[in-house]
């Protein structure tokens, strides 16, 4: 606040230093690390998640670590699936539990969400979900079969596909940006784009992550 009168908006700063962790580290976690932030505040333009994955493909690049995927998702396309299935109120529980869907699987995924209160009724109308495959296309097709009656789930799609297509346009590298509709990172601040980026054949959690929360 001691310069608030002095920057211009969109305000873009970065910064590495030592961080540490408030809660108890799971085994292979370090209480204290380096991490570096980037953030950007006092704009709502679709063009800042742009640039957050330029700036993902360009720090890879310029490193020449390959072997990385930046996965991308949206906080309104969880929304929208949370309105179809009736569990609107109990949407972080929902996104808590399909983000587990690679560690722990379909049926203890659906059995969280039966614990947490979600009808089977609702859990039935999620199978679609369960079997996306294909590319980027493909499953947005799916999703918006999925999701066609709910407008927040819809304007989610809306903007991860000018998301992504401006990012390709401007020269990020298309191939290690990948669409996961599990995506959720468990925090309930995010309101669009959800990113984490992973490094591939290593048994590690992701090495980046980052979202809008307006």
């Known amino acids: 606040m001691q310069h608030q009168n002095e ?3 969109p305000f873009k700063r970065y910064q590495i230093q030592p961080v540490w962790r408030a809660d108890r580290p799971q085994k292979g976690r370090f209480r204290e690390f380096y991490q570096c932030d ?3 505040i006092g704009s709502t333009s679709l063009f800042q998640e742009v640039e957050f994955i330029q700036l993902y493909d360009a720090v890879f690049t310029s490193l020449n670590l390959k072997g990385v995927t930046i996965k991308i ?3 309104k396309i969880l929304s929208g699936i949370a309105e179809v299935i009736g ?3 109990k949407l972080i529980d929902f996104t808590v539990a399909l983000d587990k869907l ?3 699987g379909e049926e203890k995924v659906k059995e969280e969400m039966l614990g947490k209160g979600i009808s089977e009724d609702g859990i039935s109308k999620l199978q679609p979900l369960f079997e996306l495959s294909g590319g980027f296309g493909s499953q947005i097709e799916s999703l918006k079969h999925i999701l066609n009656t ?3 789930g819809l304007k989610g799609i809306e903007e991860l596909e000018f998301v992504l297509k401006q990012a390709e346009e401007l020269g990020a590298n ?3 940006v990948e669409f996961d509709v599990t995506l959720a990172r468990g925090l309930n601040y995010y309101t669009g784009a959800i990113f984490e980026v992973k490094a591939n054949g290593v048994n590690i959690g992701s090495i980046c992550g980052g979202g809008r929360y307006d």
């Open 150 to 152: 709910s407008e927040i």
């Open 174 to 176: 298309k191939d290690i």
């Open 87 to 89: 569990a609107q109120d």
């Open 38 to 40: 980037a953030d950007v």
């Open 102 to 104: 690679d560690k722990i």
């Open 73 to 75: 998702n949206n906080r």
């Open 7 to 9: 920057i211009d908006f």
